[in-house]
């Protein structure tokens, strides 16, 4: 099982990025999937979830009506849009789901807002 996510990089203050996160070794259709960010110092935290028929969604109030989460079970990937970047944003993000009773991150990828 591998979670592979890209799309990262540095962006200016107000600007957009959009992650992508492709698993292979399982198909996600049936399972749910979460993007989480860590920024130095500070404990990982959860930014967004999604249902594993994509219907309910559910994001932390520090990125609400900013970033949104959206899934491709054709492609087996886990897509999250960013708009309106803030310094705070800065983090490295990551996917992760869990599969048969395990649960599976991905490598990460880092986010830099600053101008």
């Known amino acids: 099982v591998q979670l592979v996510e890209s799309g990262g990089g540095l962006v200016q203050p107000g600007g957009s990025l959009r992650l992508s996160c492709t698993v292979s070794?399982?198909?996600?259709?049936?399972?749910?999937m979460s993007w989480y960010r860590q920024a130095p110092g500070r404990e990982r935290e959860l930014v967004a979830r999604?249902?594993?028929?994509?219907?309910?969604?559910n994001t932390a109030d520090a990125v609400k009506g900013r970033f949104t989460i959206s899934r491709d079970n054709a492609k087996n990937t886990v897509l999250l849009q960013m708009n309106s970047l803030k310094p705070e944003d800065t983090a490295v993000y990551s996917c992760?789901?869990?599969?048969?009773?395990?649960?599976?991150w991905g490598q990460g990828t880092q986010v830099t807002v600053s101008s």
């Open positions: 992760s789901s869990t599969w048969r009773f395990r649960r599976y």
């Open positions: 070794g399982f198909t996600i259709s049936s399972s749910a």
């Open positions: 999604i249902s594993s028929a994509g219907d309910i969604t």
